[in-house]
T-cell receptor, first 114, second 108 residues
Framework: DGGITQSPKYLFRKEGQNVTLSCEQN?????MYWYRQDPGQGLRLIYY???????QKGDIAEGYSVSREKKESFPLTVTSAQKNPTAFYLC?????????????FGQGTRLTVV | DAKTTQPPSMDCAEGRAANLPCNHS???????VYWYRQIHSQGPQYIIH???NNETNEMASLIITEDRKSSTLILPHATLRDTAVYYC?????????FGAGTRLAVHP
């Protein structure tokens, strides 16, 4: 089955700890994205990557870090510098052939920091 | 990236057409209009996209005005399972920027 997989679905961490969220896709897509969603709100872009070994900050990158060492993987680390990390995190991928492509989303990871 | 404006909520009776509007007055010539929907606590699902011509697929129809400053997503026969938040997005070669969307409630 082709798709985009996020793991785990639920994650609990203690305040002050770094945590890494996994995102893997087997769609052979060039571009990958991380979004954050708070209750009752829309999606906000954290980071995106259009090619391996390159990534760009989105609107709310502070307190987060990413890597793109492989085309199929785009892990997101939520660092202790993120002031309010509890949220729903969504990963997406997209074929980078221009404007005319849709994005595919994973089912999300719900992070709770206690 | 062009911004979009959508009503925060809409209601629709089951079996009726749901018409969801979106304003995107700052859209540029090569930006597409995309529609996604998100059912509670799931990842957004792609519905349809278009540039300037009207588009139809098995899920919905997309009507884009001639000046491309607004569009309407049409669900021809809404069902209870169409209850979701619908996002209209304009863009985006390198990124997709989501607004708050329209919360569509389909009722019996």
């Amino acid at each position: 089955d082709g798709g985009i997989t996020q793991s785990p679905k639920y994650l609990f961490r203690k305040e002050g700890q770094n945590v890494t969220l996994s995102c893997e896709q087997n769609l052979n897509h060039d571009a990958m994205y991380w979004y954050r969603q708070d209750p009752g709100q829309g999606l906000r872009l954290i980071y995106y990557s259009q090619i391996v070994n390159d990534f760009q900050k989105g609107d709310i990158a502070e307190g987060y870090s990413v890597s793109r060492e492989k085309k199929e993987s785009f892990p997101l680390t939520v660092t202790s510098a993120q002031k309010n990390p509890t949220a729903f995190y969504l990963c997406a991928s997209r074929q980078d052939r221009g404007w005319d492509t849709e994005a595919f989303f994973g089912q999300g990871t719900r992070l709770t920091v206690v | 990236d062009a911004k979009t404006t959508q009503p925060p909520s809409m209601d629709c009776a089951e079996g009726r057409a749901a018409n969801l509007p979106c304003n995107h007055s700052t859209i540029s010539g090569n930006e597409y209009v995309y529609w996604y929907r998100q059912i509670h606590s799931q990842g957004p699902q792609y519905i349809i996209h278009g540039l300037k011509n009207n588009e139809t697929n098995e899920m919905a129809s997309l009507i884009i005005t001639e000046d491309r400053k607004s569009s309407t997503l049409i669900l021809p026969h809404a069902t209870l399972r169409d209850t979701a938040v619908y996002y209209c997005i304009v863009g985006g070669y390198n990124k997709l920027i989501f607004g708050a969307g329209t919360r569509l409630a389909v009722h019996p």
